[in-house]
């Protein structure tokens, strides 16, 4: 409703009434909002539940539902000129790239195609982490050291493969935490997909480890959800990539005694 109010520029006092929505764009000159019978009932049984200790009945709230439903789309539509339906947290992923994958990953998994919607999911991650022409500062683990054959036989390489294997972990922890991000919700989204294995050339190969013909909508949304809070996250971490070119300045330091 204030949103609505706010979108006409209806002027409206800080203390209000619920049913004031019908009366103010009346009063501004606009057509009747709808549903006003449905929301009376509403507000009803949210003044009996909240001020007087009254619960509702289970029927009247699931009927409720729907037509608060109804509500938004139809006040989207007489004041907005927008579909409900249309309407998505993913709108707010800065990245167009980003967003135009998301979307066609939620269009993929909708239509039955679930293994390459849960693809696009790694992939927008990937394209956050990895964006052009700017840096994600992250922590990075050392890169795992190749041994001589005399410690491979002593037993070292499959301890230090755990080490590194532990380090990473640590730092992407850390990394979360410093966006931001909840570590849990982290690792449950690295964990869950297929993984990428990008080659020089800029290309990548998919390694599928199980089938995700299992996965439900609410659980692809909830990965969506994530990944919205993530872009959002590291869109204020962003900083520029400095491209050094052969003309770049050096400069030079000579020692005076």
């Known amino acids: 409703m204030i949103a609505i109010l706010d979108h006409l ?7 209000r009434e619920f049913m004031d929505f019908w009366g103010l764009l009346k009063q ?5 909002p709808p549903d006003k019978t449905a929301m009376e009932s509403l507000n009803t049984i949210r003044i009996g539940l909240k001020h007087k200790g009254v619960l509702p009945n289970p029927n009247e709230v ?6 608060a439903r109804g509500f938004f789309e139809n006040i989207l539509k007489s004041y907005c000129n927008t579909s409900y339906a249309d309407i998505s947290l993913v709108d707010l992923v800065p990245d167009q790239d980003v967003r135009a ?13 679930k293994d390459h919607a849960m693809v696009d999911l790694q992939l927008a991650f990937h394209k956050m982490q990895q964006p052009e022409g700017k840096v994600l500062p992250r922590l990075q683990a050392p890169k795992a050291p190749t041994l001589p054959n005399e410690l491979r036989r ?22 979360a935490l410093m966006l931001g991000i909840d570590p849990l919700r982290y690792s449950d989204f690295t ?20 089938s995700y013909d299992t996965v439900s909508l609410e659980r692809f949304d909830d ?25 770049s300045f050096v400069p030079h ?5």
């Open 154 to 175: 002593a037993g070292w390489e499959e301890y230090l493969k755990q080490l590194h294997s532990f380090l990473q972990s640590n730092a992407s922890i850390t990394n």
């Open 191 to 210: 964990q869950t997909g297929p993984t990428l294995q990008w080659n020089m050339a800029g290309t990548y190969t998919v390694m599928f480890w199980q």
């Open 223 to 247: 990965l969506i959800a994530f990944l919205i809070d993530y872009a959002l996250k590291v869109s204020e971490a962003y900083i520029p990539k400095i491209v050094r070119t052969p003309n």
């Open 28 to 32: 501004a000159g606009h057509q009747d």
């Open 101 to 113: 994958t998301l979307i066609e990953a939620r269009r993929k998994f909708l239509s039955g195609d």
């Open 9 to 15: 520029n209806v002027p409206m006092s800080k203390k």
């Open 253 to 257: 330091y000579e020692r005076v005694e």
């Open 62 to 67: 699931r009927d409720l539902l729907t037509r």
